[in-house]
């Protein structure tokens, strides 16, 4: 029953990231989202196979920390306004919705708990709070293809971003690849999880 709430939580945390990336892009200029029917809440438009199912079964199963991730929504920074800049607004605005989403898990874990006395409901909340804090952290870590490396990406040169976007689209199975290395044999910022995990829950007010 664990795992019904964990993929309950995952799944609409990796599509509201997704999402997000969207709508900042779609405000700011650029429909490509829009066109390619990705501003939808709809699940099956942003499940990747792999990174919204197999990966999260894997670490779930394997004891590790979930992680996961949905099919990019496109995004096409030339059709920005301003693409410098507003292309950082668009990738940092996934991790942000996470950090909300995390927050707004502590009031429906406090509600599930002190009102509604729901051992499930409670088991969401704490699920999607947590998932949705680590997906904030792992997607903030400045390099290609995640969204903190927006922060690096407004220092290349304008010559050398074609080929910089070009690296981005590449590098997401290498950077699961570590992650995965990373969970299995080295376990590096295991403790600074921790840390942040055992500060989330000292946020919630259970009586």
């Known amino acids: ?22 709508y900042v892009a779609y405000h700011y200029g650029d429909p490509t989202a829009k066109e390619n029917g990705r501003l939808t809440l709809n699940p099956i438009a942003h499940i990747d196979l792999f990174g919204t199912i197999i990966l999260p079964a894997v670490l779930v199963f394997s004891g ?10 496109p995004v096409n920074v030339s059709r920005l306004r301003n693409p410098r800049s507003q ?30 006395h729901s051992q499930g409901l409670t ?16 997607n903030l870590i400045p390099i290609p293809p995640l969204d903190g490396s927006a922060i690096i990406e407004r220092f290349v040169p304008r010559r050398k971003l074609a080929g910089y976007y070009q690296l981005r689209a590449r590098a997401l199975p290498i950077v699961m690849v570590l992650f995965l290395l990373n969970a299995v044999i080295f376990h590096f910022g295991y403790n600074e999880l921790n840390s942040i995990s055992n500060w989330w829950f000292s946020l919630l007010r259970l009586r």
Do not use: R
């Open 64 to 73: 590790l920390p979930p992680i996961g991730y949905a099919k990019p929504v």
């Open 87 to 116: 292309s950082l607004y668009v990738s940092l605005a996934g991790p942000f919705v996470n950090i909300v989403l995390s927050a707004v898990a502590i009031g429906i874990t406090e509600f599930a708990w002190n009102v509604l």
């Open 123 to 138: 088991q969401f909340g704490v699920d999607f709070g947590i998932i949705n804090l680590f997906l904030a952290i792992f």
């Open 1 to 22: 029953m664990y795992y019904f709430y964990y993929f309950l939580a995952i799944i609409p945390s990796i599509v509201l990231h997704e999402v997000s990336h969207g």
